[in-house]
């Protein structure tokens, strides 16, 4: 995503100074782009006026704001933040206050969307934050995005994401069930999936998973396994603290717990149905 949202930035003309945990990730994609490097995620995040961020989880985004080399200490005055990693609620608030020791101001902007939407630039985006922050971001993320929505303080942005993906990883556990029945019942793939694609079900996910659901031996890997379990833990974290119940989110964390176990974990999130094919 990050590679993506730098090749795209670049093709609008912006100077982009980036940094990456892996260096030869940060030079390969320099050397496609045209970005420059930085040597830390201090010296990056320094070059701002605004800065953007894309990571795995908390982990890696506590290991990139903290510390004297870290985001954190390059943001002061007069630069703006914005993160586009899932992460837990509260992790987006205690980074905010730690860029805000420091002089600088945080947006949790975490997106829907896959690489090809980043190319298009029809990302969307849900803000948590000050508003006044949200519009000095705004000349950069309106590159990106086809739509920003400001959906409150900070940790709201990182709440709506959640909620987001707790519909997206449904509906992919859904499709994967459907497609499945549908051929173990004598329906080709490709027929059924024609009529899921023009009926009344057929949204946005349904027809921009088609390729990976109808031929996944060639579709690129677009959202992996493991990374969807990282986010149903992090959605019935935040169903816990709110006492809001879950029995589908559960369902989905064991399906995708079982899919992991057996090896998949590196594959697209569409790897669900050939989980569910080898079962009997």
């Known amino acids: 995503m990050g590679a993506a949202m730098t090749a795209r930035l670049r093709e609008a003309g912006v100077d982009v100074v980036l940094w990456n945990r892996t260096e030869a990730r940060a030079a390969g994609v320099a050397a496609a782009t045209g970005a420059r490097v930085a040597a830390t995620a201090r010296e990056a995040a320094a070059a ?3 800065v953007l961020v894309s990571l795995a989880d908390d982990a890696a985004c506590r290991a990139a704001y903290e510390g004297p080399d870290g985001a954190a200490a390059g943001a002061g005055p007069g630069t703006v933040v914005a993160d586009a990693s899932t992460v837990a609620p509260r992790t987006a608030v205690e980074l905010a206050e730690l860029v805000a020791a420091g002089g600088g101001a945080m947006l949790d902007t975490p997106v829907s969307g896959s690489v090809p939407v980043v190319e298009r630039g029809e990302l969307t985006v849900m803000a948590g934050g000050e508003a006044a922050d949200l ?3 705004r000349p950069v993320l309106d590159l990106l995005a086809r739509q920003v929505f400001h959906v409150g303080g900070h940790g709201a942005g990182a709440t709506m994401k959640l909620a987001v993906n707790a519909l997206v990883h449904a509906l992919n556990q859904a499709l994967s069930e459907a497609l499945v029945l549908a051929e173990r019942s004598g329906v080709s793939r490709e027929a059924a999936y024609e009529v899921f694609a023009n009926s ?31 986010d149903l833990d992090l959605i019935l ?16 964390r064991r399906v995708v717990a079982d899919a992991v176990a057996a090896g998949l974990g590196d594959e697209d999130m569409s790897v669900i149905a050939r989980h569910l094919r080898g079962r009997g």
């Open 48 to 50: 701002g006026p605004v």
């Open 135 to 137: 519009d000095r971001a």
């Open 237 to 252: 974290d935040l169903a816990a603290a709110s006492g809001a119940p879950m029995p589908q989110a559960v369902t989905n």
């Open 200 to 230: 009344v079900a057929a949204g946005p996910f349904v027809q921009y998973k088609r390729a990976a659901f109808e031929r996944p031996d060639e579709a690129p890997v677009a959202f992996r396994l493991d990374l969807v379990g990282k």
